[in-house]
């Protein structure tokens, strides 16, 4: 099979991290046109900056990276240092990046390639709040009919919430953008904190990693570690939930995951429920289905592919 063409829309982030490196280690299935950088776990200097360090600890210094907006539509920014640390991507101590950040904006390459691709070839992978989309799909809508699929992280319905009660990061971050996405008519596959939090590292997990003895096991082994630390003292859990390497993951072997066609909407109103994805899996109401929801993964063959697909690094 031709490889999938993506875009990865992100906010590095430890895990976002390990989506980007699960996906350069893959060419056989997936050849990334481009990292658009967005804010979200730390503000947008770090988060471009992020992006590229992961390119050059991948060996990828010719993957162009370009930096997104840094801020929500119309919502003040909120980042997540309390879960990544005060750069995103803290663990071990990381050098700045020499590759260059690209020129454009990332919003104007996101249209560019949709326009320039033929219809149906581009997937768009974001894995942090959906502002750069969102902007481009509003900048072009001729764009939105020439995306092939997204496939994003966000979101929850059994697991409700990890920024609030009722609200997964990513779409609370940016609901108004959430929202333009999840209306746009795209084909969505979408994977909630339902279905992250069942790919939890366990000790054997992360040992897989730091046992390739290469620089890019020892770092996912540290980035998980540090990352760990978060989850297990507030959900008590043995391990952290690697929430974007799932969006790659469905890319390379969709097999590993089940969901269902249902309806999801987002909540933009309500303080209380801000960010919501109302995600109807019951099937009560007749709203048209939008979305593949994610319900389950195969946590032992994620690991497998993860471990895998690494060692090559
Ligand atoms: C999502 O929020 C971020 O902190 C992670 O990188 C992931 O994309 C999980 O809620
Ligand atoms: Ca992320």
Known sequence: MTPRKIIIDTDPGQDDAVAILLALASPEDVTVLGITAVAGNVPLPLTQRNARIICELAGRP??????????????????????????????????????????????????????????????????????NIATAFQRAPDIIPRVQEIVLMGGAYFEVGNITPAAEFNIYVDPEAAQIVFRSGVPLVVMPLDVTHKALTTKARVDAFRAMGSRVGDMVAAWTDFFERFDMEKYGSEGAPLHDPCVIAYLIDPHLFTGRQINVEIETQSDLTLGMTVADWWRITDRPKNALFIGDIHADGFYALLANRLARL
């Open 62 to 131: 010719d993957i162009p990276v370009y930096a997104g907006c840094d801020a929500p539509l119309s919502r003040k920014l909120v980042t997540a240092e309390h879960v990544h640390g005060k750069t995103g991507l803290d663990g071990p101590p990381m050098d700045d990046p020499t590759m260059p950040l690209q020129d454009a904006h990332a919003v104007d390459f996101i249209i560019d390639t949709l326009r320039t691709e033929p219809a149906g070839t581009v997937t768009l992978c974001p894995i942090g709040p959906l502002t």
